[in-house]
């Protein structure tokens, strides 16, 4: 990571061109922010959640050991961006095997529950909105990407400073 730790991500969706500004909760969740900084950027396909509700995410194949927890949390709010850590083989990935991934999920509405199939899946708030209207506009593509469907969308994360 550089000296300077950035205090802030942009998270969007490519194709509608849609973002939001994240400020990272280094004073709530160090190590999961340090981890989230090392892997940076992220782009890759955009989910949506099937039991969690209004959540979309990004799995990433573990670049380390998870952070301890941290600033934990079953049932995130709008504006929050998780690390949720999951054991290998506990979701599909096409790596020719079991695999350690990490969802790295973005919440843009209320009435969030992270407890699937699997049980529990508590993670880390890593990082939480900083303006409503721009969360509010984000809210509205994510609901696009879950009426239209999310074939071709990537979600991408990147530092801004």
Same mark, same amino acid.
């Given at each position: 990571?550089? $000296?300077?730790?950035?205090? /802030?991500? +942009?998270?969007?969706?490519?194709?509608?061109?849609?973002?939001?500004?994240?400020?990272? +909760?280094?004073? /709530?969740?160090?190590?999961?922010?340090?981890?989230? @900084? +090392?892997? #940076?950027?992220?782009?890759?396909? @955009?989910?949506?959640?099937?039991?969690?509700?209004?959540? %979309?995410?990004?799995? @990433?194949?573990?670049?380390?050991?998870?952070?301890?927890? &941290?600033?934990?949390? $079953?049932?995130?709010?709008?504006?929050? #961006?998780?690390?949720?850590?999951?054991?290998?083989? #506990?979701?599909?990935?096409?790596?020719?095997?079991?695999?350690?991934?990490?969802?790295?999920?973005?919440?843009? &509405?209320?009435?969030?529950?992270?407890?699937?199939?699997?049980?529990?899946?508590?993670?880390? %708030?890593? $990082?939480?909105?900083?303006?409503?209207?721009?969360?509010?506009?984000?809210?509205?593509?994510?609901?696009?990407?879950?009426?239209?469907?999310?074939?071709?969308?990537?979600?991408? %994360?990147? $530092? %801004?400073?």
């Amino acid at each position: 990571m550089n $000296a300077k730790r950035p205090e /802030r991500i +942009r998270l969007g969706l490519r194709r509608y061109g849609a973002n939001v500004t994240l400020k990272l +909760r280094w004073d /709530r969740s160090p190590a999961t922010c340090e981890a989230l @900084v +090392r892997r #940076l950027p992220v782009e890759e396909q @955009v989910w949506h959640a099937k039991y969690a509700h209004n959540e %979309i995410y990004v799995l @990433v194949e573990a670049w380390q050991a998870d952070p301890a927890h &941290e600033w934990m949390c $079953a049932y995130p709010g709008p504006g929050d #961006l998780m690390y949720i850590p999951h054991p290998p083989g #506990l979701l599909p990935k096409k790596t020719g095997g079991p695999v350690r991934l990490v969802d790295l999920a973005f919440f843009y &509405e209320r009435g969030n529950n992270l407890y699937g199939p699997g049980g529990p899946a508590i993670g880390n %708030i890593a $990082a939480t909105m900083t303006d409503i209207e721009e969360t509010e506009k984000m809210a509205d593509a994510c609901q696009e990407v879950w009426f239209s469907g999310l074939k071709g969308e990537s979600m991408y %994360i990147e $530092a %801004i400073g």
